[in-house]
């Protein structure tokens, strides 16, 4: 029985076989083919396997009532056997390259030539590389890249997950992940704590962890044991049986204090599935989900389109529209400059509208056309990466230009926090994004597994950048602050924040149901008293097992 350690993400304990992420396919080496009619029959034969292969999965999809999934896959089967894919490779071959190099330069070609001409056209520049990629592996025999396919569940094992792997992840197969990369802010935690999934990420020696290993997951403790003996078996047994009331739909302490319990989502698909875990509304709308991958920008009618999706299904409740944070681990191809030296600490989010305040005005026209075919929705919108009280000004009058009266900042660099009463004399409200606040106070990148201890919002100095932002909006006016980053998932954190003043908290909507059971458990005045305990900690491990002897309630609902 061997334990690795890693951070725990997102909660939950299973047991399950091990299946290892494939390695991404690399450019083949441009070499010499004696025979090429060999060649063209060793790529015929590939890519007619890989049409037949996603054919059967598109089938499989539209069974199981994925249409989405079928439409994609079935334009990608389609893709393997393309005719001009076939005839560039072809050329390449008789000029003696091997299959392999051959269809990899010719992928390259027309990826570059689809995404020349724009639009559509160029969104499929990233379906020819997949192929080509499918295409190679098959070749060589090697895993199909992508999250593998199993008909039996699994437990997801990788370095670490691109943000488009973990958008196609499935719940019913993949029951668990663990990444030795990674870090707790990182997409890929968010998007396992979306898909409700347990996760532990930059999990030490996973490396080892081969197909077919059976190992025992806790997404809390961020524990990994493989060849689990009983007591791993009577703990997972234990928390299948521990029961976390539902959300009612109201978030508040004990003794009556309001917090209202909000939802993060990425794309207009998940709003629903956030209004149906009794979200009060949604506190953190990532824009730039929508349109990841995307050359070009989408049109302000596509846009409107996405965004009253979302205002729909919360009528009369608030929805926060955070404007496009693009840049550092969210690059869009239209919008940021992929040669930064240093992207984290270069133009992105709000810094972008410096040289393109025509996005941002073409975006928030878009808000403000779906927000007036919801009109009873209460509409916020509310910029990343602000860092000024001029620049919180500035975005305050483009939304006062696109008639949107209720303007926000998120609270991510900590010049902000420090200056939060000037910059929310410019602003209605601001959200905490303390996923980011972590990052630029502890100067942590939080992507990196290695500076997991350092990436981690009990950051006794994070904390007290919270403090100093509610502070900052109060002397402001008594201006709401919310949290909106991964802390306001974790249920001993939210005490934390709440005992803080915060008046909101907004997480993926499967954290809800467990962050409000906790909340429940105690009063202001208790929440006030960890807050403190917290805030003085000698460290983040300190903090966190200070609050946890105070919150019963975590042992009892099994968190
Ligand atoms: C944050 O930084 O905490 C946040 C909510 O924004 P994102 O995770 O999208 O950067
Ligand atoms: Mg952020």
Redesign the pocket.
Known sequence: MTTYSGVGVSAGRVIGHIRRMPTAIVEPSAEHADDPARELDRLQDASDAVHADLQRRALDAADAGHDEARSILEVTAHMAIDPQLAKAAGQFITDGTTAEYAIWKAGDDIAAKLTGLGGYLAERAGDVADVRARIVARLRGDQPPGIPESDTPFILAADDLAPADTAALDPEHVIGIVTSGGGP?S?TA?LARAHEIPAAVAVRGADALADGDVVYLDGTAGIVTADPGPGEYARVAEAAAASIPEFDGAGRLADGHPVELLA?IGTPDDAEPAASSGAEGIG?F?T?FCFLGRETEPTPEEQAEAYRRVFESFPGRKVVV?TL?AG???PLPFLTDRTEPNPALGVRGFRTADARADVLRRQLGAVAAARSACPDVDVRVMA?MIATAEEAGAFAELCRDADLPTSGV?I?VPAAALKAESILRAVDFA?????????YTMAAD?ELSALASLSDPWQPAVLRLVADTVEGAGAAGGKPVGV????AADPALAVVLVGLGVSSLSMSRASIRAVSAVLRSIDLSDARRLAADAVEAESAAAGRAAVRVGLPALDTLGL
């Open positions: 802010q997409h968010i993060n953190l990532r730039e955070r944070d550092a681990d969210k990343p998120m991510e959200s905490v994004g303390t996923n980011d606040l972590t990052q939080r909106c980053g991964e802390a």
